[in-house]
């Protein structure tokens, strides 16, 4: 074989990988990141099971709606606690959904039946019967108060007549079922349906006798479908993509965004609501997704703004009209509400105008200038750079301790022995045992030994037993080791071999001592003949 074919054939058995660039934690935060993380998440509720939808009042206070089990409740979004519970249906509820005034609430269930009731009164007002199987989308349109849309497992999409309880149009296409769905901001009679059948269905009441006005293949099932604000774009979420879609050009793909690594969700639009800056009164789309991610997509820009990481699997996510409240859900029935932390030193003339706009105190407080009577002054990060004046102090490095420190400090006293064996320095070796010989513990550690420690012990005596710094220590501890554990180092001959070696080093030791000594007496006998002479 030549050189030349042996180095490919080592190249391909052994691939090498290319050198990792290296990465930096120093990135300055963009103002929009500072927002999306002012929303502090905390769990505020362990609910039943998963969270299955979740919904906003579009009027304040704007209370929260979430589907659980076979239950909806209704949270303060001021407080982020229980306000009402409705628990009369027969199976799991799904897709709670406010009218456009806040007074009525309406909700489907796995049941097939579709209930509206009074919040405050937790009593249904209607019961729509008409879907064969469970039904997974209810939605009110944008300002009717009469109508509603729906759809579910039987693939068939309903409008209703919510007074009459009368089924207004079946509206037929999706030959899967019917997950998800969003009435257009710019008409009462449009909407949107998503399928399992990877289609999105846009429908128009006014023709409904001629089926759906456009139909977009998303490319996987579809879990949620909305409409973006100017209502001519719609997002699309299905597998680990989320998608963006022009209808008023025909149903082209304009943005396809594949941050996710499991399936996406639910999808809602979030509006940063400062009242100045860059990134003023802009929407984003909020996604996410069973790996646990929730993700903020600029689609003005077509970028990622923000990625934060929830411990479970979510299933559902919503945001507050006032831009002052975000709520995910997750599959595990933990409800994670972040409340973005406001000013509270603004005047109360500010408070109340923000009411009436719709936005609450949200500016951001000014930043103070560090002076060295803030207390704040002292507790400075540790990127602060010192100025000219100021006097920089070293904090001293903390001492790591070895392993055989640690174990005495634990009081483990033939652990610690035996971990500085392993280690083979012999100061430390020694050292641990004059610290076990001040405890009066050394002899009973050596009774303890096992035998293959124990020949760590004599491997170590028979090495360094002659060395005059340690000779002091280790004779006498061999000879205690020799006395107590004869009938161990009878029974092995490793631990014969052992004593074998020690024996001889030892002798060694004794005739160079005993010559060094002749010749030392040779020497004093010659120095005191010079001296007679």
Aim: charged share 25%.
């Amino acid at each position: 074989m030549a050189v030349d074919d042996r180095s490919e054939a080592i190249v391909k058995t052994f691939a090498v990988k290319p050198k990792l660039k290296p990465t930096t934690n120093k990135s300055t935060p963009t103002p929009e990141s500072k927002y999306w993380k002012s929303f502090k998440p905390k769990q505020t509720q362990t609910l039943v099971s998963s969270v299955t939808s979740l919904s906003f009042s579009p009027t304040a206070p704007h209370d929260i709606a979430a589907t659980h089990s076979a239950t909806v409740t209704i949270f303060s979004s001021q407080t982020l606690e229980p306000k009402s519970t409705i628990s009369s249906f027969k199976d799991t509820a799904t897709s709670a959904c406010f009218r456009s005034d806040g007074q009525l609430i309406a909700a489907g269930s796995y049941s097939g039946q579709i209930q509206v009731f009074d919040p405050k009164k937790r009593s249904a007002l209607r019961r729509l019967r008409g879907h064969s199987r469970p039904v997974h989308f209810v939605s009110y349109p944008r300002v009717d108060k009469l109508h509603l849309y729906s759809g579910g497992d039987d693939a068939v999409v309903k409008y209703w007549d919510v007074s009459s309880e009368i089924l207004i149009h079946n509206l037929i296409g999706h030959k899967d079922y019917v997950r998800c769905g969003d009435g257009s901001p710019a008409s009462d009679d449009m909407f949107i349906t998503g399928s399992y059948d990877h289609t999105v269905r846009v429908w128009d009441v006014r023709v409904s006798n001629q089926g759906a006005m456009m139909n977009i293949n998303h490319g996987a099932p579809v879990e949620d479908v909305i409409y973006l604000p100017s209502g001519g774009l719609i997002a699309t979420a299905g597998g680990n993509n989320v998608k963006i879609w022009d209808v008023i050009g025909g149903g082209k793909l304009l943005h396809s965004m594949e941050s996710h690594n499991k399936t996406v969700t639910s999808l809602c639009v979030g509006k940063i609501g400062k009242d100045s800056g860059e990134f003023s009164n802009q929407y984003r789309i909020l996604s996410v997704s069973l790996d646990g991610y929730m993700k903020v997509f600029d689609y003005s820009t077509l970028k990622i703004t923000s990625s934060i990481r929830y411990p479970s699997s979510l299933m559902s996510v919503a945001f507050s009209p006032d831009c002052t409240t975000r709520v995910i859900g997750a599959s595990n029935g933990i409800l994670y509400a972040g409340k973005r932390k406001t000013d509270e030193n603004l005047g109360s003339v500010k408070s109340e105008w923000g009411k009436y706009v719709g936005f609450g105190a949200i500016d951001e407080p000014e930043k103070r200038v560090l002076r060295p009577s803030y207390f704040r002054y002292f507790h400075r990060g540790q990127n602060e750079k010192p100025s000219k004046g100021d006097y920089l102090i070293m904090r001293p490095k903390k001492v790591k301790l070895a392993e055989h420190d640690k174990l005495l400090k634990k009081f483990h006293h033939k652990e610690a022995l035996v971990s500085a064996l392993r280690a083979k320095n012999p100061e430390n070796i020694v050292a641990v045992m004059e610290e076990l010989v001040s405890r009066k513990k050394l002899l009973m550690c050596v009774s303890n030994l096992g035998m293959e420690e124990l020949g760590l012990l004599l491997s170590f005596l028979q090495r360094y037993s002659t060395m005059p710094r340690y000779a002091g220590v280790l004779i006498a501890l061999a000879k205690k080791v020799v006395e107590n554990r004869s009938d161990d180092i009878s029974g092995s001959e490793e631990l014969k071999g052992h004593i074998r070696n020690l024996k001889r080093s030892i002798m060694e030791e004794i005739r160079i001592q005993q010559s060094l000594q002749e010749i030392q007496g040779t020497r004093a006998q010659l120095h005191q003949e010079d001296t007679k002479l």
